[in-house]
Every structure is written in structure tokens, then in C-alpha cells.
């Protein structure tokens, strides 16, 4: 007599026999695959990479590098150029200058961005040299306007005349019988002036420093005037 009971000869499940105490490890899907319990092919530029062997979850990544005093060192160093080339405000650059070779060396000795580090430090020790070249030009410009100056009056005449100078404070005045010379030193800005009235011919001719600067003649007067002088 045949055995009520049949052993089951194929899994109609599809699933993966256990044979000789082995756990089942995986349901086989339809057509026979078995499925992955980790995706192998991560989406490109997801975060989540592959497992395993790969970090997930965003782990692992290299931190950008930092860039702030390399970026800091440039701003100091152009306004330092900017500024360096205009008369009157350069002196700022004497500060901004070595502040930006200062962050410069530093930002490079923290291997931040090297083009910008160097960058700033050669711009900020330009802005520094450029406006000490103009500071120092124009205190000289200054210094020779404002200095000591040697100014000489001549006069001709054919008969008695009045002449009237400015000695480099006020006007002075006197009467000559013809030709005429005066010569002073006066310290202030560069100017002379002069005035001289005859009822004949009259030349004048004022040097500033060595060089002929106003000349004038006429019949009956002549005035010669240098620079911001008044009489």
C-alpha cells in the first residue's frame, strides 16, 4: 500500500532548499535571481556610495580648503596699489601694504590658495613703495616751492621814475633817476612782482632763482608779475 503522504519532489515556491544544516540565505525571485540586500551601483553624485567597501551616507569626504587669508591678502594689497597712486591719501598704503605681505606669508604658511598669497603680498609691498616714491616726491616739490627763494628787479629809465616791489611780504615802493637794480631772499611760495611809472621809456625784468620769469616795457610804465605776487 502506497504512503498516504508524498515528499514534495521541486519547491514550487522557488525557494532554495536547506541541505545538510545549511541556513537559507536567499529567496530566489522570479526567473531565478536572487536579490541584492545593498544597491552595488550607487546613483552618480549621490552621497550614499556603494556597499560595501565604499563610505556611505556623505562620510569620508575631503574638506574644502580654506582660503580666507589668502583672499584677504589680495583685497589689502590692490586698495594698497589704488591708493598708493593718489597724491594726498597714499600714506594709507604705508599701513594696508605691509598688512597684506604680512597675511600673505601667513595664508602661504598655511598652504592656503598660492597665487593669491603671493599675489597679495607683491601688490601690497608695490602699493607701499609707490606711495613713498610720491610722498617723498612731493615733499620735495613742496619743499623747493616753500623754501628759500632769490629774486632780482631791474629797471631802465630814461629819466626819474617810481618803482614799487613786493619783497616777498608787502609792497615797497621807491623813486629812482633811472636804471635800477634790487636784489632779495625771502623764504615762502615762489612769486614776485613789479610796477614802474615814468613820463619817459621803462623796461623792467624780474629773476626768480637764476631765471628770467616776467619782462614788460612801455612808455610811461611796465609791470612785471610772477607767480601769485601782488602789489
Known sequence: MSSQFESPSANPQGTAAQGDGQPQHAAAQPGGVYAQPYSQNAPQGSPYTAYPGQPG?????APKPKSGLAITALVLGIVAIVFGVI???GFISFLLGPLAVIFGIIALV?????GMSITGIVLGALGAVIAGIITALIA???????GEHTVQYKVTADGPATVVYSDGLEPVQEEI?????QELTFTGLPGAALSVVSEGNVSCEVIMDGESVATD??????????GQAQL
Request: hydrophobic share 30%; net charge positive.
Open 177 to 181: 633817476t633811472g636804471d635800477w637794480e
Open 110 to 114: 598655511k598652504k592656503q590658495k598660492k
Open 140 to 146: 620735495v616739490a613742496v619743499s623747493q616751492a616753500v
Open 217 to 226: 616795457s612801455g612808455a610811461g610804465q611796465a609791470e612785471c608779475v610772477s
Open 57 to 61: 551616507f556623505g562620510y569620508g569626504q
Open 87 to 89: 597724491p594726498g591719501i
